[in-house]
T-cell receptor
């Protein structure tokens, strides 16, 4: 079974608007990462937040992590048509040599 | 620096056949992970190798196997193919290390397998 679950499954917004995606997970983790995937391509790493961090920024991306609620959110500000893709959260459970991916959120940004 | 290279990119097989997929990680990366991606199941972890040793394995039948060579290149094999094995198989490399933590994964473009 998957460790992370994203919400919503799909999101459609206008260019310039902000997009927020949420992720929940089940076990204790070392870190949580967000990836982007354009249709049928490989995944691209966006940002990593460690379990002892609460917020992290990278360009137009803002990630928060609440380990007490086992949840994270990804905010993309001032979205662009080029942001259209699937976004996945991924967790590295403590004690394991693997990264587990959620089901993903499909984001569509209309120009 | 060259990225992760997966070959072949596309292949078509029939039920009962076997297939071998190859992954060349980024130079200096010693950890290679494999994932199966399907519309219904999403990204499922297959296995992870570090320095030729399998450190973790996902919940897949024994028909799925892999190995890693001394140059960190990895192969995965699927025997007795079934229709449900049709998927995008993704390889990812990372620096790895001796600890249990995992960092950023660098993905290849994937091998798209179609089983007829």
């Amino acid at each position: 079974s998957q460790q992370g679950e994203e919400d919503p499954q799909a999101l459609s917004i206008q260019e310039g608007e902000n997009a927020t995606m949420n992720c929940s997970y089940k076990t204790s983790i070392n870190n949580l990462q967000w990836y982007r995937q354009n249709s049928g391509r490989g995944l691209v790493h966006l940002i990593l937040i460690r379990s002892n961090e609460r917020e992290k920024h990278s360009g137009r991306l803002r990630v928060t992590l609440d380990t007490s609620k086992k949840s994270s959110s990804l905010l993309i500000t001032a979205s662009r048509a080029a942001d259209t893709a699937s976004y996945f959260c991924a967790t590295a459970p403590t004690g394991g040599f693997k990264t587990i991916f959620g089901a993903g959120t499909r984001l569509f940004v209309k120009a | 620096k060259a990225g992760v290279t997966q070959t072949p990119r596309y292949l078509i097989k029939t039920r009962g056949q076997q297939v071998t997929l190859s992954c060349s990680p980024i130079s200096g990366h010693r950890s290679v992970s494999w994932y199966q991606q399907t519309p219904g199941q999403g990204l499922q972890f297959l296995f992870e190798y570090f320095s030729e040793t399998q450190r973790n394995k996902g919940n897949f039948p024994g028909r799925f196997s892999g190995r890693q060579f001394s140059n960190s290149r990895s192969e995965m094999n699927v025997s007795t193919l079934e229709l449900g094995d049709s998927a995008l198989y993704l390889c990812a490399s990372s620096l790895g290390g001796g600890g249990a933590t995992t960092g950023e994964l660098f993905f290849g473009e994937g091998s798209r397998l179609t089983v007829l």
